[in-house]
């Protein structure tokens, strides 16, 4: 929830997104432990989040 950990999660997920031998690396370490890392996450703050999903005008009230 804090704007830190936001913006180290949004910088990994497109640094991987766009750096293919970074993300084999991470995906060689992950295979370990029988994850991997596909690029198919969004990663958004949670007031993005409440905005766009729980807002108002989302619930119709």
């Known amino acids: 929830m804090c704007n830190g ?13 766009e750096d293919d031998e970074t993300k084999a690396g ?3 370490k992950l295979s370990e432990i029988g994850k991997g890392f596909t690029g198919n996450i969004e990663v958004r703050h ?3 989040y409440l905005v766009r999903e729980v807002s108002p005008e989302k619930s119709g009230t």
């Open 5 to 17: 950990c936001y913006a180290t999660l949004a910088d990994t997920n497109r640094i991987l997104r």
């Open 26 to 28: 991470v995906n060689e």
């Open 46 to 48: 949670i007031v993005e």
